[in-house]
């Protein structure tokens, strides 16, 4: 007899409106698996550049995209999940704001984005998948029982960006956070390919001034009413 195929909950939004840090406590509560599929594109990204090939290079990077290794591993003290790229941890380079801006970058070519889909949907396995991004909703995970479209204002996710950075003990400044913020979200939501926006039927929460426990609560919600 066939097999149901796991249940998802995808969880979509810009950039800083929480969806990683959503994404792994709701995981946690319903002991489901995660996905950040922004760590694939990230990771495509740094392997390109580490491999000096020019970002516009549709042919070059696509290439790279197909032959990447990218592994996560989990950390042994239950702490971050490591990211490795072609064997190198690179963890640490991938969330930067370079990083994000080349993964928005890469991110706008459909044979990258192709040659990513069948590793995301390797991940669905059960008892349940939280997958986080901008297109799981509407193009890698349409079947999901459970879609949520996380957002806040770009004031506001520039300063979580903000303090999320300067706790690292990063240089930064609040209105660079924001225009890179900004720009990122525009070209995620204004290419022809998988743009960044609600899925339909999605559950669209503004996260802006809500405590973590309160969105984690409402998203909780979503699967388990
Ligand atoms: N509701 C919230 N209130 C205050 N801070 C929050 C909230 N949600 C997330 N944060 C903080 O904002 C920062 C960014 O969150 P997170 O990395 O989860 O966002 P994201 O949507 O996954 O971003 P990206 O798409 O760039 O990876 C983190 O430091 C996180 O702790
Ligand atoms: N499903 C996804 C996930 C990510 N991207 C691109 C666009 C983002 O700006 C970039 C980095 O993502 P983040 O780690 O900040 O979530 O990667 C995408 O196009 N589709």
């Not at 594109?41 to 740094?46: C, E, I, K, L, P």
Request: proline residues 5%; charged residues 25%; contains cysteine.
């Amino acid at each position: 007899m066939a097999h149901a195929p796991a249940p998802v909950l995808t969880i979509d939004g810009p950039s800083g409106s929480g969806k990683g840090t959503i994404s792994r406590l709701v995981a946690e509560k319903l002991g489901w698996r995660m996905l950040d599929s922004g760590a694939l594109y990230r990771a495509v990204g740094y392997a390109a550049g580490a491999e000096g090939i020019d970002l516009s290079d549709e042919g070059a990077v696509t290439r790279c995209a197909q032959h990447v290794k990218i592994r996560f591993q989990a950390s042994p003290d239950g702490g971050e999940t490591h990211v490795l790229v072609n064997g190198h941890d690179a963890t640490d380079e991938l969330r930067t704001e370079t990083a994000g801006a080349a993964a928005s970058a890469i991110a706008v070519i459909p044979a990258v984005r192709q040659a990513l889909v069948d590793l995301q949907l390797a991940f669905r396995k059960a008892p349940g998948l939280v997958a986080d991004g901008r297109d799981m909703g509407t193009v890698i995970f349409p079947d999901a029982a459970f879609k949520v479209f996380l957002t806040a204002s770009a004031g506001e996710r520039a300063k979580r960006r903000y303090k999320q950075l300067k706790d690292k003990g990063l240089s930064v400044t609040l209105v660079g956070l924001q225009r890179e913020i900004e720009a990122r979200d525009a070209r995620d939501a204004s290419r022809p390919v998988a743009p960044l926006k609600p899925a339909e039927g999605a559950v669209v929460i503004d996260t802006t001034g809500m405590p973590i426990e309160v969105v984690v609560a409402k998203v909780f919600a979503v699967v388990r009413p």
